[in-house]
């Protein structure tokens, strides 16, 4: 049931944690092996998806002055020509808990003025649309693939709790 004392911010950081439950449950789901399964038709590795939602948030956080995001890692290599994601699992769910814990302390200060969006709440949904669509390709990459997916349940415990 909604309350509706809950101002919109405390509602969008409530839905914010409830993601990244959620990605955390995808996360403890796969398996070294899994990193480098391709989205059908030459799509991303899962490797490369994880690393494309670990820096989308952080991109569009920088557009803050003073943004203190250069402390967390990259999940993928600058330098090369190639997209070339993380391949350690331990190292990427390190990454996915420093971003969020980074980005919670980040816009708890933010000047909403400095965003390309229009409000920080703005800018959550965004980042919570973004992990959905490529969890939603993880899904569907592990399901070709023949692998197991993380349980139905586990997925959607963390909105409903």
């Not at 950081?13 to 070294?32: C, D, G, I, Y």
């Not at 899994?34 to 569009?60: C, F, V």
């Not at 290599?77 to 919670?104: K, P």
Request: no cysteine; net charge negative.
């Amino acid at each position: 049931m909604l309350n509706l004392g809950m101002s919109i911010n405390s509602m969008v950081r409530e839905a914010w944690l409830a993601n990244n439950k959620v990605n955390k449950v995808f996360l403890e789901h796969l398996t070294p092996e899994m990193l480098s399964i391709q989205t059908p038709a030459g799509g991303y590795t899962i490797a490369q998806h994880l690393a494309d939602m670990s820096n989308a948030a952080k991109y569009w956080l920088s557009k803050l002055e003073n943004a203190n995001i250069n402390a967390i890692g990259n999940l993928y290599d600058e330098n090369a020509e190639e997209f070339i994601a993380e391949m350690n699992l331990e190292r990427i769910r390190q990454v996915f808990q420093e971003t969020t814990d980074v980005i919670l302390k980040e816009l708890d200060n933010a000047d909403a003025s400095q965003l390309v969006h229009k409000s920080i709440e703005s800018y959550m949904i965004h980042m919570l649309v973004h992990d959905a669509h490529h969890r939603g390709q993880i899904l569907v990459t592990l399901k070709v693939a023949g692998h197991s997916i993380p349980e139905e349940n586990a997925v959607w415990m963390p909105w409903k709790s």
